[in-house]
């Protein structure tokens, strides 16, 4: 499978489009939520039909009652949800009760799994422990039926004080493409196994690995505002934008990086070629199959992996960005001039890092999480993909 960054489907735009980079007000989702591979680049198999979905409560601490699911997102244009029975209903205003919010909860079985059939869609999978969430069905500014997603990063959304977590999928013609996601925050322990050509599984958080990841970033001085109670972590790129994180956090290293290569080459690899870059005239430009350059990023730009590392779809710019965007949060950027690292062993290993990221990786059984906006370079994604799909199962696994 080519890491997603060397595919057509560009996570970062699809993050911000879904509104990730809101603070104040939670998210309206205008396309498929971020993280899918809504294409296939070329793929020729077809999945057939609706997919059997399973979703297991192993979490030891929530009964199936207390545990509420929702599935919601995008067919043929148009924003829909998933109703108990299989089948999609559209977003209405109608649905928004005299609280002013829907509910569109799917409830868990009486015990056991429980079992669910999902049509092609594009989409998230919320799950909340102890209490709903609160949607809200909206207009958005093509005059649409839309829905404000949970903003668990901002303090004033209503869903801040629910425990809450969700995947991500696209299910189309093309197969069954889905991933846990720590881009906005991580909460809820699980895992998704797809089974199809292949038995895939990805995402499960070892024994004690929720605890030793809130434990480890409370003991950064500049991660610790992120951890909220036992409920979640906020990503860092949120937190910045919430006034909990700095704002130059990432300053020296960029910095050094920028002084680094004035002086010699950094070379990026990529499925279009190899790309040879200096520094020249503050930008840090690259010649080899295209010219391309950027820009020195600021904090933001770095853990968003957006504004002055924004990568987009031409299949030249855009994988060398993402390349540079890994290597700037996993700080292998100065020490490995040949891009990408591949050695998880070089991660994470300078006191200046995105320790968040650091954290959600070696939360997880397989070492793979997505942490930020670009971890799939070099396969270190929780993303699993198949064509020819059979079942899709979630377990929420122990606290």
């Not at 591949?342 to 997880?364: E, I, K, M, Q, S």
Request: proline fraction near 6%.
């Amino acid at each position: 499978m080519a890491p997603r960054h060397q595919r057509s489907l560009t996570r970062r735009k699809m993050l911000f489009a879904l509104g990730g980079a809101a603070v104040g007000v939670p998210a309206i989702a205008a396309i498929a939520p971020h993280a899918l591979a809504g294409q296939s680049g070329g793929s020729t198999t077809a999945a057939g039909g609706a997919l059997p979905v399973t979703v297991v409560n192993n979490s030891g601490s929530f009964a199936n009652g207390s545990v509420h699911l929702y599935v919601v997102g995008n067919a043929d244009g148009k924003q829909v949800r998933l109703t108990p029975d299989g089948t999609l209903a559209p977003i209405a205003l109608a649905d928004n009760g005299a609280d002013g919010f829907t509910d569109y909860a799917i409830p868990l079985a009486g015990s056991g799994a429980t079992t669910l059939s999902l049509p092609h869609m594009s989409g998230r999978i919320y799950v909340s422990l102890g209490a709903k969430l609160k949607f809200r069905a909206v207009t958005d500014g093509n005059g649409n039926a839309a829905l404000q997603y949970p903003a668990g990063w901002v303090a004033s959304d209503p869903n801040y004080g629910i425990l809450h977590d969700c995947a991500e999928f696209t299910h189309n013609a093309d197969g069954m493409f889905c991933n846990t996601t720590m881009v906005d925050m991580f909460s809820v322990p699980m895992s998704i196994r797809l089974t199809g050509e292949k038995d895939q599984t990805t995402g499960a958080v070892r024994d004690g690995g929720r605890a030793a990841a809130f434990a480890a970033l409370r003991q950064v001085e500049e991660f610790a505002p992120l951890v909220v109670d036992d409920t979640r972590i906020i990503a860092p790129g949120h937190g910045l934008d919430a006034g909990l994180f700095a704002k130059d956090y990432f300053a020296p290293y960029i910095d050094e990086v920028w002084s680094t290569y004035t002086g010699k080459d950094l070379t990026v690899t990529t499925n279009a070629g190899t790309f040879t870059g200096r520094v020249r005239g503050e930008r840090l430009t690259f010649d080899g199959p295209a010219a391309v350059s950027f820009a020195r990023p600021s904090t933001r730009d770095v853990l968003f992996c957006d504004g002055n590392l924004a990568a987009p779809n031409d299949g030249k710019t855009g994988p060398v960005a993402a390349v540079l965007g890994a290597a700037f949060n996993r700080s292998t950027l100065i020490s490995h001039p040949a891009q990408p690292t591949t050695d998880p062993a070089a991660f994470y290993r300078g006191a200046l890092t995105n320790h968040y990221a650091r954290a959600v990786h070696a939360a997880t059984v397989d070492g793979k999480a997505y942490g930020f906006a670009f971890d799939d370079v070099a396969d270190f994604a929780s993303y699993v993909q198949d064509t020819r799909p059979t079942g899709f199962t979630l377990t929420l696994t122990a606290f």
